[in-house]
């Protein structure tokens, strides 16, 4: 990795997505020529934000169409690439999810192995660096109970999700095991794998599927006004994330895995907390924590497993992420500017999404 961004062409797969668009950004912002894909370059909505950076650089980024099922796909683009970034990844919301390995696991699993095998064509690509996610280290909160420390730490693997329990774990952690499998087959590029939490912060892309935007969406659309749930999250904000994908193509030393999350976890309720510091009269921001019998009770109304809840339900634990310190240099926004600057946008986007539907009216 010794040559200056402006003579070196990375490729960033599913560049439309709420982690991929920033990644996009920042490339281009480092001197990068980008080559993005994007599921179709007719989609004016989901490819507005990536128009406007082609529009603000030309000639460094390029779109390219890439179907993650389709062999074969990525080989255009990948062509003269000194590094990938697959990004890109199916995402269901669970009650969407009527066969997990049909919905989510093969999309995953095959989708992987096509851009690995044009990583393998291409033959100048030196890096892939691989979006995972915590998911893929742990199935639920309850199996951080048995690592040392009670402490999340890369060394784990996920061993408790299936295609029947917790699908999209199980699909980030099967793809992640292939990938692995696929470097140790050949010795000319090195694959780094990023294991993001829940990542929040500010959306380039309103049309974006990112569970993370769904999950936040509920809370200030005020689902828990009566009470939060205690439920907790493992967070990073986008930009961070972004970050940590660039420093694990330009480090030399980088390798294996990285946990991209804050130390310590965020609840519901200390989101609204934070929220409410800014927004004192939206009343759909939770002012309470609610106890743990109300959820048991009432949460498989809502959809949520009694094994679910009795896995997640009141349970924190420390994250170790002195390796992305240490050896990627990410230094983390606090959870405030975050959760600020992801309420701010989503207001935003929220306003143009209804303007928007104003004037198709008329």
Same mark, same amino acid.
């Given at each position: 990795m010794n040559a200056s961004p402006a003579d070196r062409t990375v490729l960033v797969t599913g560049g439309s997505g709420f982690v991929a668009a920033h990644l996009v950004q920042q490339l281009l912002e480092r001197g990068y020529r980008v080559r993005a894909t994007v599921r179709s370059t007719a989609r004016t909505d989901k490819l507005r934000p990536l128009r406007a950076l082609q529009d603000a650089r030309p000639g460094r980024l390029d779109l390219f169409e890439a179907d993650l099922l389709a062999e074969g796909s990525f080989d255009e683009a990948a062509q003269g690439c000194s590094v990938v970034f697959h990004v890109a990844s199916p995402f269901l919301m669970p009650e969407k999810i009527k066969d997990g390995r049909r919905d989510v696991v093969e999309p995953a699993l095959r989708g992987t192995r096509n851009v690995v095998a044009a990583v393998n064509r291409a033959g100048t690509v030196e890096r892939l660096v691989l979006t995972s996610t915590v998911g893929a =280290?742990?199935?639920?909160? @309850?199996?951080? %109970? $048995?690592?040392? *420390?009670?402490?999340?730490? $890369? &060394?784990?693997?996920?061993? /408790?999700?299936? @295609?029947?329990?917790?699908?999209?774990?199980?699909? &980030?952690?099967?793809? #992640? !095991?292939?990938a692995r499998e696929a470097e140790a087959?050949?010795?000319?590029?090195?694959?780094?794998?990023?294991?993001?939490?829940? =990542?929040?912060?500010?959306?380039?892309?309103?049309?974006?599927?990112?569970?993370?935007?769904?999950?936040?969406? $509920?809370?200030? &659309?005020?689902?828990?006004?009566? *009470?939060? +749930?205690?439920?907790?999250?493992? !967070?990073?904000? @986008?930009?961070?994330?972004?970050?940590?994908?660039?420093?694990?193509?330009?480090?030399?030393?980088?390798?294996?895995?990285?946990? @991209?999350?804050?130390? #310590?976890? /965020?609840?519901?309720?200390?989101?609204?907390?934070?929220?409410?510091?800014? %927004?004192?009269?939206?009343?759909?921001?939770?002012?309470?924590?609610? +106890?743990?019998? +109300?959820?048991?009770?009432? *949460?498989?109304?809502?959809?949520?497993?009694q094994r679910y809840i009795r896995n997640h339900l009141g349970i924190r634990f420390p994250v170790d992420n002195r390796r992305s310190v240490e050896e990627l240099g990410l230094v983390y926004r606090p959870i405030e500017e975050t959760l600020a600057d992801h309420y701010r946008t989503w207001r935003e986007q929220r306003g143009q999404g209804r303007r928007g539907a104003r004037a198709r009216a008329r």
């Amino acid at each position: 990795m010794n040559a200056s961004p402006a003579d070196r062409t990375v490729l960033v797969t599913g560049g439309s997505g709420f982690v991929a668009a920033h990644l996009v950004q920042q490339l281009l912002e480092r001197g990068y020529r980008v080559r993005a894909t994007v599921r179709s370059t007719a989609r004016t909505d989901k490819l507005r934000p990536l128009r406007a950076l082609q529009d603000a650089r030309p000639g460094r980024l390029d779109l390219f169409e890439a179907d993650l099922l389709a062999e074969g796909s990525f080989d255009e683009a990948a062509q003269g690439c000194s590094v990938v970034f697959h990004v890109a990844s199916p995402f269901l919301m669970p009650e969407k999810i009527k066969d997990g390995r049909r919905d989510v696991v093969e999309p995953a699993l095959r989708g992987t192995r096509n851009v690995v095998a044009a990583v393998n064509r291409a033959g100048t690509v030196e890096r892939l660096v691989l979006t995972s996610t915590v998911g893929a =280290i742990f199935g639920d909160y @309850v199996d951080v %109970r $048995e690592m040392d *420390g009670q402490t999340l730490s $890369e &060394k784990y693997v996920n061993t /408790t999700s299936t @295609v029947e329990n917790n699908p999209y774990h199980y699909a &980030k952690t099967v793809a #992640e !095991t292939a990938a692995r499998e696929a470097e140790a087959a050949q010795d000319r590029w090195r694959m780094v794998a990023l294991n993001p939490g829940l =990542i929040l912060g500010p959306s380039l892309t309103p049309a974006s599927a990112s569970g993370s935007l769904f999950l936040l969406d $509920e809370l200030f &659309k005020g689902y828990f006004f009566y *009470g939060a +749930p205690d439920f907790s999250f493992t !967070t990073a904000d @986008v930009r961070d994330v972004a970050a940590a994908h660039i420093a694990a193509a330009e480090r030399p030393g980088a390798h294996g895995r990285y946990i @991209v999350a804050a130390p #310590e976890m /965020t609840s519901f309720h200390q989101m609204a907390t934070i929220l409410r510091e800014r %927004r004192p009269r939206d009343l759909r921001l939770p002012r309470t924590a609610l +106890p743990h019998w +109300p959820v048991r009770l009432l *949460g498989p109304a809502f959809g949520l497993s009694q094994r679910y809840i009795r896995n997640h339900l009141g349970i924190r634990f420390p994250v170790d992420n002195r390796r992305s310190v240490e050896e990627l240099g990410l230094v983390y926004r606090p959870i405030e500017e975050t959760l600020a600057d992801h309420y701010r946008t989503w207001r935003e986007q929220r306003g143009q999404g209804r303007r928007g539907a104003r004037a198709r009216a008329r």
